[in-house]
């Protein structure tokens, strides 16, 4: 019996993985340029990381942990997140002692949320994200959000509305908490289970609730803005002032509060709308956080991070009208006339592919018009021909797949000439593509 895919979870395959790889070395090339270096943590975590730093208040917490008992009775979670995993790690491995502050990271892999799937929204799916730990000044909260646009303008997506908000420093949250308490009391018992419950946890969590009911009542909830410390308001304003002086367009979004429990302050989510106007949801989002690395042993270093979701990446740029999808490429394609000749075939192959060149080989036995037909497929630039005359002349016949010229080349010379070829290919690809662009 056919086995299916575990539900919210997708493979991806072909034009897609190339799609993934391209966003990936894009993201991880802008990161550098901004000094930022990988950092890979396991998949797994003590359940304990998330619970105190995502927060108990959080969905994700509360309601969307894949989370299991090992054989050593230890309670484990598939991250649903990195921020916190990283923020482990640099405490585990003492690096405010060995490093030069802010320690500036970038990952990417998968993380795992047991929501509700629907478009744009996965139970596993893929983040890239960075994390800059030891922020001194709110300028480093803005050369994250800087980071984060231009990984956005290099991949081509113009269009990203940033939407921003502050959620204040300790002394702003305390004052603005009581406030919503007060204000929701009257209201709670109208509304749903779980906002009963956050009104217990973190009221703030409240603002976040998506049931229609409870979203009318949030509407008129007093505002962060009226309760920020003179402190918090400054360091907001400044932010705001930055970006307008680089040109960077935001939107202030009095409801942004964000579903992690661990931020201070600025907070900002990435939008780009799809085709038909419509926001798929974030596309990234972070923020500034003060307090993780004390609460998990280290010394009390503020930080600030980001995470895209490459799913929603890539499903925006899909629909961008200058998509080409990255087809897959190949410099040679090996073509055995019969058995006999696959020895002398995979020498060849053996031989392009240890300089590098993009080469497959047909050993399936079949006519050459059928291995004409796996070379389109495999968008191959040359084919080579090596039956039982090539062998014996020590040869192989080279034809080139775009202008159809057909010659022979001496076995060897065929490293040497390769390289030739290729580029030839190229340009003669360039001014294909150059000419059929003038006729349209
Ligand atoms: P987050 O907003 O929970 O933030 O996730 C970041 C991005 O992951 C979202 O903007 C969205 O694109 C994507 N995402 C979230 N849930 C799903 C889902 N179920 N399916 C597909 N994509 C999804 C964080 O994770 C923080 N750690 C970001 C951060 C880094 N803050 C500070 N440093």
């Not at 795992?112 to 300028?139: K, W």
């Not at 920020?228 to 040109?247: H, T, V």
């Not at 690395?293 to 280290?298: P, S, T, Y």
């Not at 040359?382 to 797949?401: S, W």
């Amino acid at each position: 019996m056919e086995i299916k895919l575990a539900k919210g979870t997708h493979d991806i395959l072909y034009d897609e993985a190339r799609e993934f790889s391209e966003i990936e070395i894009i993201m991880r090339a802008v990161s550098e340029t901004f000094g930022y270096e990988e950092i890979r943590t396991p998949i797994i975590e003590h359940s304990e990381l998330f619970t105190r730093t995502v927060g108990e208040s959080s969905d994700i917490v509360r309601k969307e942990m894949y989370e299991f008992l090992d054989k050593g009775n230890r309670l484990i979670t598939l991250r649903p997140e990195f921020t916190a995993s990283i923020v482990r790690s640099f405490v585990n491995n003492k690096l405010y002692a060995t490093k030069d502050l802010p320690v500036k990271l970038y990952y990417c892999g998968p993380v795992f949320r047991y929501d509700r799937p629907q478009a744009g929204r996965y139970r596993q799916f893929n983040q890239f994200g960075v994390e800059l730990i030891g922020a001194s000044s709110y300028f480093h909260d803005l050369e994250v959000m800087m980071l984060g646009y231009n990984i956005l303008l290099a991949l081509g997506l113009d269009n990203v509305e940033i939407r921003i908000n502050t959620i204040g420093d300790e002394e702003t949250r305390k004052n603005y908490v009581n406030a919503l308490k007060e204000y929701f009391a009257p209201f709670i018992d109208t509304m749903c289970g779980d906002c009963k419950e956050r009104l217990k946890l973190n009221p703030l969590r409240i603002l976040d609730c998506k049931v229609e009911h409870d979203k009318e009542i949030v509407k008129k909830a007093p505002k962060i803005k009226d309760y920020l410390s003179k402190n918090a308001k400054e360091q907001f304003d400044s932010i705001l002032e930055m970006l307008d002086e680089y040109e960077i367009k935001y939107v202030i979004d009095d409801e942004l509060v964000r579903g992690l429990d661990y931020y201070s302050n600025v907070v900002f989510e990435y939008h780009v709308a799809n085709n038909k106007g419509k926001s798929l949801g974030a596309i990234g989002g972070g923020g500034h956080y003060a307090n993780l690395v004390e609460e998990l042993g280290g010394p009390k270093l503020e930080c600030c991070g980001l995470s895209f979701g490459l799913e929603r990446v890539i499903n925006i740029r899909k629909e961008a009208p200058e998509h080409k999808d990255i087809i897959k490429e190949t410099d040679f394609y090996v073509m055995p006339l019969g058995k006999e000749n696959f020895y002398n075939a995979y020498i060849v192959a053996t031989a392009l592919r240890s300089g590098c060149f993009i080469t497959e080989i047909c050993l399936e036995d079949k006519s050459l018009s059928a291995m004409f037909k796996r070379a389109e497929r495999a968008n191959a630039k040359f084919a080579v021909i090596i039956g039982d005359d090539e062998v014996n002349k020590d040869i192989v016949i080279m034809k080139n797949l775009l202008t159809k010229e057909q010659f022979e080349i001496k076995l060897d010379e065929l490293m040497s000439k390769a390289d030739e070829l290729i580029d030839g290919c190229i340009e003669e690809h360039t001014h294909h593509e150059e000419h059929d662009y003038e006729k349209n």
